[in-house]
Each structure stands twice: as structure tokens, then as C-alpha cells.
């Protein structure tokens, strides 16, 4: 489930939103056009805070409620996500479509699932005209009870009544590729479009399984107690890296199975682990603290970006950071003070697209920003 866990920075959000004046005076079209362009520079300029050198430019896609998990289309041009903003017709976590120069401050884009159940993580498959994605639907056509602290801890729900399905890009259900009892969902699609990983509490621990395109040939990845979660292939699709919380102490095996019992989970310990895609020669490849998530391999296949509130005192900030996939040349990538999470680079490398707090002003909702990258 790799969900938005905002309510950790929800009481200390800050705005960098800026007003641009308008003309006082009659202009030329072309003074127009000029001005147009400074001033989309200005406020893109204005979403990027100094130290961010990898940002080139910045754009605002989503303006209202919580938008994450955002994913391309192996050509880039579209891309999948999931919000629940109430002003599009929704109470819980929904999955949507854009095209990449899509921006909804006043619009409404569509619906790609059900709009029963809860949704999340929908990833494209190759043919760019269906997408996979983990539903509640079937197991009750209202959004399940969304728990948010357990004994004081903050949690996640584990529901046991999602499934992974295929949809076509006018939102028709074609196929459902899980169809075992409990949690199945966290799908991502190999680059090389032969294999989905996801996540499945089908052996009674949260593990990584991979599966063909089609469902069949399910082999289990991870086998050691904790939740392995969120994970990703490499641009060559030969390895994963993903997060989990692995307890090691005695009372840490007890909570955490105590917790699982009740369908949920702790992820404010998580750190990231990278394996080949059979499994084979699992690394802990952060040692960091707190919470490290959201991992996503850099284009080159050398790197990863992950967010973590790990120099955080209070549970936050969360900033993207990016590591080498020898657990080297750790280096901050953004400077919020707020949230910054689920990065996820274009399959060309040349854009960025994250969730954030920023711009908000000074409210609870965040939103989808897609950046210009440059290494």
C-alpha cells in the first residue's frame, strides 16, 4: 500500500505561494506573449526552492485534495494517478488520467476505476491503453473505514479485499489477475512490459511476488517477517527495490504481527532494499532511521530517489533524496519543509513527476508537481 501518510506533517505545512500582478497597461500581442512566457517562468521558478539544482523547471498539475502515485505511460504521454479530491465526485482514493501537459486547476479529469471501493497504486501496461490497478470493489461498493492510529500509533490499512485488475483507458474492467484471499495490490509493470511485482499477504506476511503480465507464473520474491511493500523494477528490468519495516527485537515481531492480525501496519520504521528480480542477492541498502519509502531507480539504473523524514525531529519533513545502489553518495534532493514523496521519473528520463505540499497555502492538500530533470 503505498499510500499518502500525510497526517505525520498536517500540522506544520508552510506556503512558498506567490500572486503575479497583472498589467496596468495596453501591450502589444506580442509585450503579451513575452510576459505570458516570463510569467510561466516566474511561477515555475517560484515552486522550486533554491537548493533544488535538479529541477529545471517545475509545473503544478493538481490543486485540491491528496494526488499521489502518480505514473507514466511507457510513452510518456499520459500518465495515472489517484486522488481523493471531493470536488471530483469521490470519498476515497479513486484512480484518474492525464495527459502529460494536463493541468486541473479547474477541470475535472476522468475517472479510470470504478468509483466503488478504494483504489490505489494503477500503473500502465505496455500497450498504453490499459492500466492495472488494486480495488476494494468487490468486497463492498463503499470506502472501507480508513483507521489512521491504533493505541496512539500512527497505521495503515492492510484491507484484505483488494484484488488487482486491468482496465482499459475508458475505465471497463477487462481482467482480474488476483483472485486469492487477503491483500493483493502495490502493482508496478517491469520497463521490459513482461512482468508485474506487487505486494500479497497470501502466505500471512506482507511479501513481494512477481506474476506475468497476464497473472500466471506467480513466484514469491521475499520470505523474511516484515512489510515488504512498494517496490520497483530497474530501467532494465533485471532488478527491485522496494521498502520494508523488517522488526528484529522480540517486542517488534510482536507488535508488528499483532497489528497484521488486525489488517494493519506501522510504517514509520521502513528502510529500503534492493534484490535481483528472482530475489536473488537481497541488500539493505539504507540504515537511515525513521521512515524511508516511495523508492524509484534513477534512469541511469545506478541510483535510487526515495523520500524519508529521516533527519526529521517530529515526523517531518519528508524530502526526496536520491543514494547509488551500493548504499553510497547519499545526497539531498528537495528542501521543503513540509512533504515531498512518491518521485517517479518519465521512461526518456527527462521529467520528474512527485507529490508535495508545497504551494498549498498553508493547507492540508498535496499535490502533483512534474519537474524538468537534469542531472
Keep these: 500500500m503505498k499510500r499518502i501518510g500525510l497526517l505525520l506533517i498536517a500540522l506544520a505545512i508552510v506556503s512558498c505561494k506567490n500572486d503575479t500582478k497583472k498589467p496596468e497597461h495596453q501591450s502589444t500581442q506580442k509585450e503579451?506573449?513575452?510576459?505570458?512566457?516570463?510569467?510561466?517562468?516566474?511561477?515555475?521558478?517560484?515552486?522550486?526552492?533554491?537548493?533544488?539544482?535538479?529541477?529545471?523547471?517545475?509545473?503544478?498539475?493538481?490543486?485540491?485534495?491528496?494526488?499521489?502515485?502518480?505514473?507514466?505511460?511507457?510513452?510518456?504521454?499520459?500518465?495515472v494517478f489517484q486522488s481523493n479530491n471531493k470536488n471530483w465526485g469521490v470519498n476515497c482514493d479513486q484512480m484518474f488520467l492525464m495527459h502529460v501537459d494536463d493541468s486541473f486547476e479547474n477541470t475535472t479529469p476522468p475517472m479510470l476505476s470504478t468509483g466503488l471501493g478504494r483504489t490505489t497504486c494503477a500503473y500502465f501496461l505496455p500497450d498504453n491503453k490499459h492500466i492495472i490497478y488494486a480495488s476494494t470493489h468487490l468486497g463492498d461498493k463503499e470506502c472501507p473505514e480508513d483507521p489512521l492510529r491504533k493505541n496512539g500509533k500512527y497505521v495503515w490499512p492492510i484491507y484484505d479485499t483488494y484484488d488487482i485488475f486491468v482496465a482499459d483507458l475508458e475505465g471497463n474492467i477487462v481482467n482480474q489477475l488476483t483472485h486469492e484471499k487477503g491483500y493483493d495490490a502495490e502493482p508496478t509493470v517491469s520497463p521490459k512490459g513482461d512482468k508485474i511485482v506487487f505486494t500479497s499477504t497470501r502466505t500471512g506476511d506482507l511479501e513481494l511476488y512477481t506474476m506475468n503480465i497476464d497473472g500466471s507464473d506467480v513466484k514469491q520474491i521475499t520470505h523474511e517477517l516484515?512489510?515488504?511493500?512498494?517496490?520497483?523494477?530497474?530501467?532494465?528490468?533485471?532488478?527491485?527495490?522496494?521498502?520494508?519495516?523488517?522488526?528484529?527485537?522480540?517486542?517488534?515481531?510482536?507488535?508488528?504481527?499483532?497489528?497484521?492480525?488486525?489488517?494493519?501496519?506501522?510504517?514509520?520504521?521502513?528502510?529500503?532494499?534492493?534484490?535481483?528480480?528472482?530475489?536473488?542477492?537481497?541488500?539493505?541498502?539504507?540504515?537511515?532511521?525513521?521512515?524511508?519509502?516511495?523508492?524509484?531507480?534513477?534512469?541511469?539504473?545506478?541510483?535510487?530517489?526515495?523520500?524519508?523524514?529521516?533527519?526529521?525531529?517530529?515526523?517531518f519533513p519528508f524530502n526526496l533524496y536520491m543514494i547509488d545502489i551500493d548504499g553510497k553518495n547519499l545526497k539531498?534532493?528537495?528542501?521543503?519543509?513540509?512533504?515531498?514523496?512518491?518521485?517517479?521519473?518519465?521512461?526518456?528520463?527527462?521529467?520528474?513527476?512527485?507529490s508535495?505540499?508545497?504551494?498549498?497555502?498553508?493547507?492540508?492538500?498535496?499535490?502533483?508537481?512534474?519537474?524538468?530533470?537534469?542531472?
Design 32 to 79: 503579451k506573449t513575452q510576459k505570458e512566457t516570463t510569467s510561466e517562468t516566474t511561477e515555475s521558478n517560484s515552486l522550486i526552492y533554491p537548493e533544488e539544482t535538479h529541477f529545471k523547471s517545475l509545473r503544478q498539475v493538481t490543486f485540491g485534495g491528496d494526488n499521489a502515485e502518480a505514473y507514466w505511460s511507457f510513452d510518456d504521454k499520459q500518465l
Design 226 to 315: 516484515g512489510y515488504d511493500g512498494g517496490a520497483f523494477f530497474s530501467p532494465d528490468g533485471t532488478k527491485l527495490i522496494f521498502r520494508s519495516s523488517r522488526p528484529k527485537t522480540e517486542a517488534e515481531i510482536k507488535a508488528y504481527k499483532d497489528l497484521l492480525a488486525q489488517g494493519l501496519v506501522q510504517p514509520t520504521e521502513m528502510e529500503l532494499y534492493i534484490c535481483n528480480a528472482d530475489g536473488s542477492d537481497l541488500k539493505q541498502l539504507t540504515n537511515l532511521g525513521n521512515a524511508n519509502w516511495s523508492p524509484f531507480f534513477h534512469p541511469s539504473g545506478e541510483k535510487i530517489l526515495f523520500s524519508s523524514n529521516f533527519e526529521a525531529e517530529r515526523g
Design 332 to 354: 539531498r534532493v528537495t528542501h521543503g519543509e513540509t512533504f515531498d514523496a512518491f518521485p517517479v521519473f518519465s521512461n526518456d528520463g527527462s521529467k520528474l513527476i512527485f
Design 356 to 375: 508535495s505540499n508545497r504551494n498549498n497555502g498553508g493547507g492540508r492538500d498535496t499535490n502533483l508537481f512534474i519537474a524538468e530533470w537534469q542531472d
